[in-house]
């Protein structure tokens, strides 16, 4: 089995204000850095947990996979207490097999970290964690999700959502 691992970086920011300083999760799977010129969707990495399907995990730090160059989701399967990734966008083709247990272990324990130590904001969208259009309330639902196993809107299908 493989092992996914997930920790928090501090890093100085090119961005314009409010952002000096910005938080940002890498993605380790046995020790090896996968999203070193990718940012990771938190939302996709939680319902990849949870049920199988395709999953844009690594992105731009925009948001967009799209704009990473990133053409191809992680084919993320479950079996027998098992998740199995397979990627082929970006090269190389690989393979992982995780503990579902382990897994989901690891991305909630990294989310509560998260939610202990980047502040919250006054203004929503200042959130200095994940990629442009992750919010505060996009972790919470992340942890909320992952405690349940249950997954509801996140708020992106509505464009008008605002809570």
Not at 78 to 103: A, M, N, V
Not at 144 to 163: C, S
């Amino acid at each position: 089995m493989n092992a996914l691992r997930l920790e928090i970086e501090l890093s100085p920011c090119s961005d314009p204000p409010p952002y000096d300083q910005m938080w940002r999760g890498l993605l380790f799977v046995d020790g090896t850095l996968l999203n070193a010129e990718y940012s990771v969707d938190y939302m996709e990495l939680v319902k990849s947990a949870i049920v199988e399907g395709d999953y844009y995990i690594l992105t731009c730090g925009c948001g967009d996979s799209g704009c990473a160059g990133l053409e191809e989701p992680i084919r993320v399967t479950h079996d027998s207490g098992r998740i199995l990734w397979h990627i082929t966008d970006p090269l190389p083709e690989r393979r992982f097999e995780f503990s579902k247990d382990d897994y989901a272990t690891s991305i909630l324990e990294f989310l509560r970290r998260v939610q202990a130590e980047v502040p919250r904001p006054k203004e929503e969208w200042d959130f200095p964690f994940g990629y442009y259009g992750f919010l505060a309330r996009h972790l919470d639902w992340c942890v909320t999700t992952l405690d349940t196993g249950v997954i509801v809107g996140t708020g992106y299908e509505n464009p008008d959502y605002d809570a």
